[in-house]
């Protein structure tokens, strides 16, 4: 039922093939195959344990993989290689605990990578960052420190330091999971906006409002595999996974 | 190359006739450490206004070397007309100097204990002097035997400043072998590895006696 | 010899104290950080022997070492000014206290932290000079304050290898005549002047440091 994975097309973002990982003796991921063509938004879903996080997590390899091959940007990724850093710079995280740096202002947050990795000039790296924030509608609170904001305003801070890097694609690990119901919205709000653009986008989310209106496909993984995907219209409609219908029923409730 | 290992070895058995006198002073330091700084503690806690004196004092007592609280007492007590032996006086002197710090051990360890718990005993009725010794206490003394072990620790390493007052303990009997031999290197040498012997055995002992006593939370 | 008297005369031994307290720092803060990352990062055989090298300078008796150091190098050719094996000896034994709150301050430090520098493409070493280390330094402050404390009431013991700080010339006063209460409580004096602010700063610290820390 996986879609044909085309290693060698020109046009995927990310290509896994029989990917699998273990943590000691337990393996979190069983044979993994999916291509996610350039400008595709795939959002991932599932029940807790299930390994999303890992699944997107190999995606820039802060877990690595060990079988299978896993190519990003037309780039193949392995344990130990070399010049990761470097293709990191491509791939914008946000993480569902933001992990913003509180020594940091948010003007400072986004351009630490711009200087340090990318190498731009302060004044330059610090316009890019402006205009990030202005896209996450923040720009007014660049001089202050990420724990003076509040959960919503500090996950969109963690998108503008992600979009400040120019990605070619971005991964969500569960953005919302985190936040109070009234600061949802306004991250989401973020988020269509950036598929509006045209980014690619990997989203590991429960929310399913997001998963119809922006995904055009829809992920669904139990117990490390992937056991259903589909266009979003069909998936709500009529999922064929029984497990998909049970996780669709308890989500719906 | 001026060192001689042979000398070194052959001096052992007369630098080690202190080590009586360094466990001695150890205990003797200790015990009166912690009674002391559970005194200062309880004396804190006892009333607001006695509290900023009794900080104070703690403050004081932190901000001033042992060395210096020790050679005070030593010179300062036969002046008024206490005369005590020296190793007694150097123990009280180490005493007093720890006991800043334990203060702040019962400090953190009855503040660990839950509030709940003192309300919990004035609600039943029990006195200031029964609620300390029968709730709070107990609970305490699981707090603090961590941070009381790192201290027992630091306190024998602290005994040989007792040598200045010419106590002889490990470190005055190693200077005695040097002013009797002429020779320095070998018997400071012999008691550098000495204490750092004591300190790596007392470590391992205590972290063995307090997982025996289930005190210590699985650390890393 | 009035009280005041001699507490200007104690004072001549200031310098040596300073410099001594000073260099001790230059000596501690260097080594702290050094041994507290290896030992944070290493594995194998380098990480045993930075643990070596740390429990030497932590576990040993620093007024033992003092006296080892200052007899025993000359002995192995080794020729080293008093300030130097008295600074050398102090700073590398607070070092060794002070490598631990940073190992410690490195694994409390939230992982999300590395991860987000390492998914914006830092290098290691780069996540680590900038986010790691800022954020373990800032949580160390208050324990630093209070190993700067002890390192300057350290600083007495180089008496006992005669340099000529305030306590040694206490000991040199003692000897013009006798008064020791004036005498010992002029120096307790002169160390309480020296320490009792950074102990009151170091307090306000802590307080606010935990007060941050709950919210
Ligand atoms: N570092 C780890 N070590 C061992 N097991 C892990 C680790 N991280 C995750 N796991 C396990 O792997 C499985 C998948 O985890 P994860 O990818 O976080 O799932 P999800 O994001 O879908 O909730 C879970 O059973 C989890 O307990
Ligand atoms: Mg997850």
New interface residues.
């Given amino acids: 039922m996986a879609l044909q994975t085309n290693s060698c097309s020109g046009n995927a973002a990310v290509t896994m093939e029989q990917l699998c990982k273990w943590y000691g003796s337990f393996q979190v991921l069983h044979n993994v195959d999916l291509s996610v063509a350039v400008g595709e938004r795939i959002v991932v879903c599932g029940p807790s344990g299930s390994g999303k996080s890992t699944l997107v997590r190999c995606i820039?390899q802060?877990e690595t993989h060990e079988k299978g091959r896993l190519i990003v940007n037309g780039v193949e990724l392995y344990k130990g290689m070399k010049g990761l850093?470097?293709?990191?710079?491509?791939?914008?995280?946000v993480?569902q605990?933001f992990?913003?740096?509180?020594?940091l202002t948010v003007l400072d947050n986004c351009t630490?990578?711009l200087v340090?990795?990318r190498k731009l000039a302060r004044d330059q790296a610090e316009e890019i960052a402006m205009e990030n924030l202005k896209k996450v509608r923040i720009p007014e609170q660049a001089h202050k420190f990420p724990?003076q904001l509040s959960g919503g305003q500090q996950q969109r801070v963690?998108i503008a330091?992600?979009l400040c890097?120019k990605p070619k694609l971005m991964l969500f690990d569960e953005p919302t999971s985190a936040l109070d119901p009234e600061m949802i919205k306004e991250v989401l709000d973020v988020m269509t906006e950036l598929a509006r653009d045209g980014m690619t986008m990997i989203c590991v989310t429960h929310e399913m409002g997001f998963a119809r209106e922006v995904a055009d496909r829809i992920i669904f993984m139990d117990s490390g595999r992937i056991i259903e995907q589909a266009a979003p219209s069909k998936f709500f409609k009529n999922p064929e996974h029984p497990r998909a219908q049970q996780f669709l029923g308890q989500m719906l409730h | 190359m001026n060192f001689n290992f042979s000398f070194a070895i052959e001096i052992v058995p007369r630098v080690l006739e202190g080590i009586g006198n360094t466990v001695m002073i150890a205990i003797i330091s200790f015990i009166g450490a912690a009674a002391l700084g559970l005194f200062w503690e309880l004396l804190r806690r006892s009333h607001a206004t006695v509290r900023p004196v009794v900080q104070f004092v703690i403050d004081a007592i932190r901000s001033t070397p042992a060395l210096v609280q020790i050679y005070f007492l030593f010179f300062v007590l036969p002046y008024y007309g206490v005369t005590l032996p020296a190793l007694l006086v150097g123990s009280f002197g180490l005493s007093f100097y720890y006991s800043g710090y334990m203060s702040e051990v019962f400090k953190a360890g009855i503040d660990a204990v839950p509030a709940g718990q003192s309300e919990a005993a004035q609600s039943l009725g029990l006195s200031w002097a029964d609620m300390i010794r029968f709730v709070i206490l107990p609970q305490m003394l699981r707090n603090v035997a961590a941070p009381l072990g790192a201290y027992s620790i630091s306190i024998l390493k602290s005994t040989p400043l007792l040598a200045v007052i010419s106590v002889p303990e490990l470190l005055g009997s190693a200077l005695d072998v040097a002013s009797d031999t002429y020779r320095y290197a070998e018997p400071m040498f012999d008691v550098g590895v000495l204490f750092l012997a004591m300190s790596l055995v007392a470590v391992a002992g205590i972290t063995q006696l307090e997982r025996r006593l289930g005190l210590t939370a699985p650390s890393h | 010899m009035s009280f005041f008297a001699i507490l200007r005369s104690i004072y001549e031994g200031f310098g040596i104290t300073a410099a001594v307290a000073t260099l001790g720092l230059l000596f501690a803060i260097p080594f702290a950080v050094i041994a507290g990352v290896l030992q944070h990062f290493a594995t194998g055989p380098l990480r045993w022997i930075v643990t070596a090298v740390i429990e030497f300078w932590r576990s040993s008796s620093v007024i033992v070492l003092l006296y080892a150091f200052y007899y025993t190098l000359p002995a192995f050719g080794i020729f080293l000014s008093g300030i130097t094996v008295g600074a050398m000896v102090l700073g590398f034994n607070i070092g060794g206290y002070g490598s631990q709150s940073v190992r410690a301050a490195l694994q409390s430090l939230?992982k999300?932290?590395r991860?987000?520098?390492?998914?914006?493409?830092?290098?290691?070493f780069?996540v680590l000079r900038?986010?790691e280390l800022?954020?373990a330094i800032?949580a160390m402050f208050p324990t630093f304050i209070n190993q700067a404390i002890q390192l300057i009431k350290g600083t007495t013991l180089v008496s006992l290898i005669a340099l000529t700080d305030m306590t040694f010339r206490a000991k040199q006063i003692s000897e013009l005549g006798y008064n020791p209460v004036g005498i010992y409580s002029a120096l307790a004096l002169s160390y309480l002047i020296l320490c009792y602010p950074v102990t009151i700063f170091g307090r306000h610290v802590e307080r606010r440091f935990a007060t941050r820390k709950a919210?």
């Avoid at chain 1, 850093?85 to 995280?93: F, I, Y």
């Avoid at chain 1, 992990?99 to 020594?103: E, K, S």
């Fill in positions: 820039n802060l850093a470097e293709l990191r710079r491509d791939v914008g995280m993480f605990q992990n913003l740096f509180p020594h630490l990578a340090r990795a724990t963690a330091r992600a890097m | 939230n999300g932290q991860e987000a520098g390492l998914a914006l493409g830092l290098s290691r780069d900038l986010i800022p954020q800032t919210r």
